[in-house]
């Protein structure tokens, strides 16, 4: 088994589709991938020697789409198992998943939100202290968008970090999410931002979006990332520290070429808070 690659720089969600191109091209302007697990652990043959090739040349994390960690339904043991052994077979140290549930008697074929109350945040706390536990390594949880905040009882913000202290695992900060919900539900995105904890941030996500109306924006990870969202991913920096930062770019997809000049965009900012950093201690 080769060594786990720790995550660095500016990284890219890579997909079935973008395989071929991936493997065929010098991607020196990738510092690793992302995958969703669920779209791989079905396949061997080629396919599977092709995603172990990357694997083995590139740091890759994993970002689930159907653990449903805030279900009422059962947690899926065996598929956590299947994760373990996926995520041993090629050296992920990384793995996170949605602040939501997916299934509820069924599948729902979507990220539905989590009631913020206090039920529900023990509920969450105590799968995944139960997910960690069988894996053997942290959970990371993301900050997801939404658009109806059913039983409310407690703020976003306070109900993400009771989750993050109850259950005693990190945090997936999702940039455009935080963006999107703030227009969507009226509060300000750099408050909330200040207001995480430091110290359970994993990584970043950032992505586009789609406006409806100027009340209204739709998470669609189909466009190019906006001015407001470069702007709250340069105050996250300053926040809570320069870490590996991911796009996403899920739908509308153009050629891997194009999409090199959101990972430089990524850097630029990067570098900037690093040396304005570093100017900072000088000073003091």
């Known amino acids: 088994m080769t060594s786990q690659r720790l995550l660095t720089g500016a990284g890219l969600g890579l997909r079935r589709e973008?395989?071929?191109?991936v493997l065929a091209a010098d991607n020196q302007a990738i510092d690793f991938f992302e995958?969703?697990?669920?779209?791989?652990?079905?396949?061997?043959?080629?396919?599977?020697?092709?995603f172990k090739a990357l694997t083995e040349r590139y740091a890759f994390a994993c970002h689930g789409l159907?653990?449903?960690?805030?279900?009422?339904?059962?947690?899926?043991?065996?598929?956590?198992?299947?994760?373990?052994?996926?995520?041993k077979t090629h050296n992920i140290a990384?793995?996170?998943?949605?602040?939501?549930y997916c299934s509820a008697g069924g599948h729902l074929y979507d990220l539905m939100p989590i009631p913020f109350t206090e039920e529900a945040v023990k509920h969450v706390a105590a799968r995944v202290r139960t997910v960690q536990d069988i894996l053997e390594q942290p959970l990371v949880l993301e900050n997801v968008s939404y658009y109806a905040a059913?039983?409310?009882?407690?703020?976003?913000?306070?109900f993400i970090c009771e989750v993050l202290k109850q259950a005693d695992c990190q945090l997936l900060l999702d940039v455009n999410n935080i963006y999107v919900n703030s227009v969507n539900h009226g509060y300000d995105a750099e408050a909330f931002l200040q207001a995480l904890p430091t110290e359970r941030v994993a990584y970043y996500h950032v992505a586009g979006h789609y406006q409806q109306a100027a009340d209204l924006l739709i998470d669609t990870h189909g466009a190019d990332i906006p001015d407001p969202v470069w702007q709250l991913l340069q105050q996250a920096y300053q926040e809570h520290g320069v870490k590996p930062t991911?796009?996403?770019?899920?739908?509308?997809?153009?050629a891997l070429s194009s999409l090199h000049h959101e990972l430089a965009t990524i850097r630029t900012l990067q570098q900037q808070a690093l040396?304005?950093?570093?100017?900072?201690?000088?000073?003091v």
Not at 18 to 21: A, G, H, N, Q
Not at 150 to 158: A, S, V
């Open 18 to 21: 973008m395989l071929s191109e």
């Open 35 to 50: 995958v969703a697990p669920e779209n791989w652990l079905p396949y061997g043959g080629k396919l599977a020697s092709q």
């Open 66 to 87: 159907s653990l449903s960690i805030g279900s009422p339904d059962p947690l899926d043991i065996d598929f956590v198992k299947q994760l373990k052994a996926f995520f």
């Open 94 to 100: 990384l793995y996170s998943e949605h602040l939501s």
């Open 150 to 158: 059913p039983g409310q009882q407690m703020t976003e913000l306070e």
């Open 246 to 254: 991911l796009y996403e770019r899920d739908f509308n997809i153009p």
């Open 275 to 283: 040396n304005s950093s570093a100017r900072q201690k000088f000073a």
